[in-house]
């Protein structure tokens, strides 16, 4: 093709924002320096004019690029270029925004720039070419899902007689990085700055005419994609690829030339005033509007990911329509997300009983497109009648505006999960729903089209049995056509809510949200999104216990473990199966009671809970109270709590004091530990023995001869000490010491080694020194009653577990003794069906600001039923999560806020954080103290450690530790600002 003359460019560049939260990007500066400068070159773009913009509020960028774009000639070539903060904002359909200088960080999608907005312009653009180049993050979400215009120049004719639409030649878009990926920026400031690493590749690329395919001539903005995205591949494991959209491009299109000869050299950036001192950028700055979120942000990605699991949602009976579901008429809405100014839609006729009929139930609604129709299983055989599901779905709620309800879409578009994994396995179910990102924008139905019979065909090898068309949907599913398929049918259903601790959890989002200033206070602090209050939350350890409190049989190893979690504000203990995780995990609750603290253990898993609260109430009944929801079999926990309560309120006075119990307890411990040090010396005498037996062996091989024969020659008890001296002495000889050497040699019986003398003579000493070690060491070891120590080792550990069960024991009954007001007040109050937090507070030792001794220190309920409760900041002193690889990262978040702290323990010696469906967030480990005798590990994280990824991409389970991993969080109730971390 002919090569246009008039090509025209507008370049913004976005530095400085309003809102602090969005990071100042100086690199910007240089890509756009740099890429007017190869445009504007005569030899490479010669570009008639380059039009540069930089830091514009919302409306002037609209302003800017619209009148740009306006002007632009029916024979001329249009760039627009655009680097800075870009976002997909998830609850507006997934588009793309560009971020303005006056853009506010919690309203990017009121007061950005839509790509909605240049897609629209770009369509009214005459000209014939026209490319963007988009710099930003996530921007392959606007290249894929670009639309292009249809029109077509005046003087065409088509043969019907009618006027056809205009067509383009279309619009090629490069985006820096794909939907999901953060784009990068140089971190330097003033002079020092460099371009972007997309920008920087493009640069350089048009500069040095590298990327033209025909020696020398056109560079087409194909071969810069092509090439462009190779070199970025190859870079830092490809962790930023640019993608492409040539939707509509029928025409190649030139955007430079390669330049004759030696490439030119550009002009450095203008020097620009240095960053003060202490502001300077990170070494690897994120074009990224969200890298710093806020604890709002969290809590409500935590909240979309209790909300997308809290719901069935199984394959549905076609004869259900009206009652279960309906079926949407019209142009699809919710996936597409084609919604009105407001982000809702108007409630379809059709749709009304069921919308009052979910309101009614407290179900949930849900939008889907296409249905999917399924005869039977993928293998097996058919069903009597057949079920279906909607291939995408999206979260719906019903909104009253003025008295007229209204629906609103929220939350992201993902695979049905149901059928994604009846019909793909769970494996590659979970990669897909894990990866799935829509690439259409707002009302984009011919683009969603596409890429549903892409997923379709491609993913789940299924037929489209109606041609899908989003704008023109079908008022029923088609149950004649046989066989399995997509039917071009979108459908609003109900699915009812899993459990009844969806509100509860919500409610508890909405509690910690309005006290994100106490956060810090509570172990929740370990994730907190503000670095320096995670370092805060690292740096401090409360003192250690004056001693553990062991009423099981606990070792070294485990004992390190309990000393952590009585120090750290989060532990995460892991080891085998069968090492004692239970027994651990009751010791380390009877040292927390003896200690005056409250503890919580809590689990996902009922029968974890009830393993360790049997354990714990076999040693001291009522030590743990197992409280929660209603039991489907067996006596109600209910009951449990009921029945404990009214032992503790009713038992006698202990026997002894806890000062008495205390004291017998330490010196229990200082005996077993008299006879661990002394099992410790005879250890080192053993090693010692070892190593001496292998000195020998060694030094007799150097003389060529035996141990036996070499001890046969020596002979006598005292003379290895003074032969190690002699020896010595005449390898140090000088006067005549060769032969005094060889003399000497021969005179100990060594007439036959014929190596070095001064050798001979330094092995025959360091025997002799191993010898005499080695004879002292064997009487020391001799001299051992191997069946004695084995007693006093028994004896003394079955010591402290006597005097720790006995200490336990006082310990729970005293404060049941001087608390029994305040469990009768509980009781009272339970069985006045009336709300007890207020008494459960005061039991728990906390009443408002006032703060007692526990009446009742240890509890056992399940993470989903620990609003039993008040929400109260760090209301236990140590919150134990068992088998905390089935605990959610956001059914875990009241326990380390509202209710202070967690421990946990694991079987393998791993932590991670996972979702599905979302992409994964891993848990950074650090330095173990190290695994003892039975396997235990107890993992420590360095001050300013990364915690948990602050934000996994999408909402659904959360998951916070390995498979049978314990997680232990701390709090100080006595100084709530005190606050230290073990990250396992």
């Given at each position: 093709m002919t090569r246009f003359h008039q090509r025209r460019a507008l370049l913004i560049s976005n530095e400085h924002y309003d809102d602090s939260r969005f990071s100042s990007l100086a690199s910007v500066r240089a890509d756009v320096w740099g890429l007017t400068q190869v445009l504007k070159h005569r030899k490479i773009g010669n570009f008639v004019s380059v039009q540069t913009?930089?830091?514009?509020?919302?409306?002037?960028?609209?302003?800017?690029?619209?009148?740009?774009?306006?002007?632009?000639?029916?024979?001329?070539?249009?760039?627009?270029?655009v680097s800075g903060h870009g976002v997909r904002a998830v609850r507006d359909g997934g588009e793309f925004h560009f971020v303005a200088k006056d853009t506010d960080y919690d309203?990017?999608?009121?007061?950005?720039?839509?790509?909605?907005?240049?897609?629209?312009?770009?369509?009214?653009?005459?000209?014939?070419?026209?490319?963007?180049?988009?710099?930003?993050?996530?921007?392959?979400?606007?290249?894929?899902?670009?639309?292009?215009?249809?029109?077509?120049?005046?003087?065409?004719v088509v043969k019907s007689g009618e006027r056809p639409p205009l067509t383009?030649?279309?619009?090629?878009?490069?985006?820096?990085?794909?939907?999901?990926?953060?784009?990068?920026?140089?971190?330097?400031?003033?002079?020092?700055?460099?371009?972007?690493?997309?920008?920087?590749?493009?640069?350089?690329?048009?500069?040095?005419?590298?990327?033209?395919?025909?020696?020398?001539?056109?560079?087409?903005?194909?071969?810069?994609?092509?090439?462009?995205?190779?070199?970025?591949?190859?870079?830092?494991?490809?962790?930023?690829?640019?993608?492409?959209?040539?939707?509509?491009?029928?025409?190649r299109i030139v955007i430079a030339d390669s330049p004759f000869g030696r490439a030119p050299i550009l002009n450095p950036l203008s020097p620009r005033p240095r960053a003060a001192a202490g502001e300077a950028a990170p070494p690897h700055a994120v074009k990224s509007a969200h890298a710093q979120p806020t604890w709002t942000n969290l809590l409500d990605y935590y909240r979309e990911c209790v909300l997308a699991e809290s719901a069935e949602t199984p394959l549905m009976d076609v004869s259900r329509q009206g009652t279960s579901y309906v079926c949407l008429d019209g142009a699809e809405r919710f996936i597409s997300g084609n919604v009105d100014d407001d982000g809702c839609v108007a409630l379809p006729k059709e749709a009304g009983p069921l919308v009052d009929s979910a309101a009614e139930e407290d179900a949930e609604l849900w939008a889907g497109y296409p249905a999917v129709l399924l005869t039977g299983p993928r293998t097996g055989s058919p069903w009597q009648q057949p079920k279906f599901a909607p291939l995408l779905v999206r979260r719906v709620e019903i909104v009253q505006d003025e008295g007229e309800v209204r629906l609103k879409p929220f939350g992201p578009v993902q695979p049905h999960p149901q059928l994604a994994h009846d019909w793909l396995g769970e494996d590659e179910a979970n990669q897909l729903i894990d990866t799935f990102q829509p690439s259409?924008?707002?009302?984009?139905?011919?683009?969603?089209?596409?890429?549903?019979?892409?997923?379709?065909?491609?993913?789940?090898?299924?037929?489209?049995?109606?041609?899908?068309?989003?704008?023109?949907?079908?008022?029923?599913?088609?149950?004649?056509?046989?066989?399995?398929?997509a039917r071009n049918t979108a459908v609003l259903f109900s699915a009812r809510p899993q459990t009844n601790f969806t509100k509860g959890l919500l409610n508890d989002f909405a509690r910690i949200t309005e006290q994100t200033d106490q956060i810090g206070n509570t172990a929740l602090g370990v994730l907190a999104p503000d670095p320096s209050q995670r370092i805060r939350c690292l740096a401090h350890t409360d003192p250690e216990p004056t001693g553990l409190v062991t009423p099981l049989p606990c070792n070294e190893?485990?004992?390190?473990?309990?000393?952590?979690?009585?120090?750290?504000?989060?532990?995460?203990?892991?080891?085998?199966?069968?090492?004692?995780?239970?027994?651990?995990?009751?010791?380390?609750?009877?040292?927390?009671?003896?200690?005056?603290?409250?503890?919580l253990v809590a689990s996902t898993n009922n029968d974890a809970?009830?393993?360790?609260?049997?354990?714990?109430?076999?040693?001291?009944?009522?030590?743990?109270?197992?409280?929660?929801?209603?039991?489907?079999?067996?006596?109600?926990?209910?009951?449990?709590?009921?029945?404990?309560?009214?032992?503790?309120?009713?038992?006698?006075?202990?026997?002894?004091?806890?000062?008495?119990?205390?004291?017998?307890?330490?010196?229990?411990?200082?005996?077993?530990?008299?006879?661990?040090?002394?099992?410790?010396?005879?250890?080192?005498?053993?090693?010692k023995l070892r190593q001496a037996g292998e000195a020998r062996v060694h030094y007799a091989g150097q003389l060529g001869i035996t141990v036996t024969e070499l001890q046969e020659l020596l002979g006598g008890p005292q003379l290895p000490r003074e032969l190690e001296d002699s020896a010595r002495r005449?390898?140090?000889?000088?006067?005549?010491?060769?032969?005094?050497?060889?003399?000497?040699?021969?005179?100990?019986?060594?007439?036959?080694?014929?190596?070095?003398?001064?050798?001979?003579?330094?092995?025959?000493?360091?025997?002799?020194?191993?010898?005499?070690?080695?004879?002292?060491?064997?009487?020391?070891?001799a001299a051992v009653d191997d069946t004695a120590l084995t007693r006093d080792l028994r004896d003394a550990e079955s010591a402290v577990q006597d005097a720790s069960h006995t200490f336990l024991a006082t310990k729970v009954h005293a404060a049941a003794w001087a608390g029994r007001r305040r469990i009768m007040e509980l009781l009272t109050a339970r069985e006045g069906k009336r709300g007890d937090w207020t008494q459960l507070g005061k039991v728990l030792g906390r009443s408002g600001t006032s703060m007692t001794a526990p009446a009742v220190a240890g509890w056992a309920v399940t993470s989903l039923s620990a609003r039993r409760f008040p929400p109260d900041p760090a209301l236990f002193d140590l919150v134990v999560i068992d088998e905390a690889s089935q605990c959610a990262i956001p059914k875990s978040c009241p326990c380390c806020s509202a209710?202070?702290?967690?421990?946990?323990?694991?079987?393998?010696?791993?932590?991670?954080?996972?979702?599905?469906?979302?992409?994964?967030?891993?848990?950074?480990?650090?330095?173990?103290?190290?695994?003892?005798?039975?396997?235990?590990?107890?993992?420590?994280?360095?001050?300013g450690a990364t915690p948990p990824s602050t934000r996994p991409s999408s909402p659904r389970a959360a998951r916070c530790f390995s498979t049978s991993t314990s997680a232990v969080i701390r709090t100080s109730r006595g100084s709530p600002t005190s606050s230290s971390t073990t990250v396992g």
């Open positions: 913009e930089s830091d514009l509020a919302a409306d002037d960028m609209r302003a800017v690029i619209g009148e740009f774009l306006q002007e632009c000639e029916e024979d001329e070539l249009a760039l627009v270029y309203r990017v999608a009121a007061t950005g720039v839509s790509a909605g907005f240049l897609n629209d312009a770009l369509e009214e653009c005459v000209a014939p070419q026209k490319i963007v180049m988009i710099d930003c993050c996530r921007s392959g979400g606007f290249a894929v899902g670009l639309r292009t215009s249809d029109r077509q120049g005046d003087g065409s383009s030649r279309g619009v090629y878009v490069l985006s820096s990085s794909r939907a999901g990926e953060d784009s990068y920026a140089d971190a330097g400031g003033g002079d020092d700055v460099k371009p972007s690493a997309f920008t920087g590749e493009v640069i350089e690329a048009l500069r040095t005419g590298k990327v033209s395919k025909d020696s020398g001539s056109a560079v087409t903005v194909s071969d810069l994609f092509h090439y462009v995205n190779r070199r970025m591949r190859a870079q830092d494991s490809g962790r930023q690829v640019p993608v492409q959209s040539a939707l509509g491009v029928d025409d259409w924008h707002r009302g984009q139905h011919d683009r969603m089209a596409v890429e549903v019979r892409n997923l379709l065909t491609q993913e789940f090898e299924l037929p489209c049995v109606q041609e899908l068309r989003p704008d023109q949907l079908a008022d029923h599913i088609d149950v004649r056509t046989p066989g399995h398929g190893a485990q004992s390190l473990v309990l000393r952590s979690a009585m120090t750290r504000r989060l532990t995460v203990a892991t080891g085998p199966p069968g090492t004692g995780k239970s027994q651990l995990v009751a010791n380390l609750v009877a040292t927390a009671i003896a200690a005056g603290q409250t503890v809970v009830d393993e360790v609260w049997r354990r714990c109430d076999e040693l001291v009944p009522g030590s743990v109270v197992r409280t929660g929801s209603a039991r489907k079999t067996g006596k109600s926990n209910a009951e449990h709590e009921t029945a404990a309560l009214h032992a503790l309120r009713t038992g006698p006075e202990p026997s002894t004091t806890v000062a008495t119990a205390a004291m017998e307890t330490m010196l229990a411990a200082d005996r077993l530990a008299e006879v661990r040090r002394h099992l410790a010396h005879i250890a080192e005498t053993e090693l005449r390898s140090r000889a000088r006067f005549l010491g060769s032969w005094r050497r060889s003399r000497f040699l021969r005179k100990v019986g060594l007439e036959g080694y014929a190596g070095d003398p001064v050798t001979g003579c330094l092995a025959l000493a360091g025997f002799a020194a191993a010898e005499a070690e080695w004879r002292d060491g064997r009487e020391r070891a209710h202070g702290a967690p421990w946990s323990s694991a079987t393998p010696c791993s932590s991670r954080t996972s979702r599905k469906p979302a992409r994964t967030a891993r848990l950074s480990s650090g330095a173990g103290t190290g695994c003892g005798p039975t396997g235990w590990r107890s993992t420590t994280s360095p001050t």
